[in-house]
């Protein structure tokens, strides 16, 4: 399975919620930094490090895959193919 396959795939439920939460820390950080007014250096450096992890949990929580869900779509797959090899006539 390559990148994109594995970022197409399904994600499981509890990962789509960390995706989430690392979207918003990553909002919430960037706010803090790009702020017009001056904040203390330890405020900005915190949210640097915040900006780095909710970069990170989103990007792993993404290419995370429910085997699950995966392995029901390659039966389907694979149903679909036999059946496109059946004759459609009746005679065997």
């Known amino acids: 399975m390559n990148i994109v396959q594995r970022i197409q795939a399904p994600t ?6 960390l995706r989430s939460i ?3 820390l ?13 904040l203390p250096v330890a405020v900005v450096s915190v949210a640097g490090y915040a900006a780095v992890a909710g970069g990170v949990i989103s990007a792993i929580s993404q290419i995370t895959v429910d ?6 779509q390659a039966i389907v797959n694979r149903m679909e ?4 090899n059946l004759p459609r006539d009746g005679i065997k």
């Open 26 to 38: 990553l909002a919430i950080s960037g706010s803090l930094i790009a702020a017009p007014v001056a």
């Open 12 to 17: 499981p439920k509890f990962f789509r919620v």
């Open 67 to 72: 085997d699950e869900a995966n392995r029901e």
């Open 81 to 84: 193919k036999d059946n496109q």
């Open 22 to 24: 690392g979207l918003a």
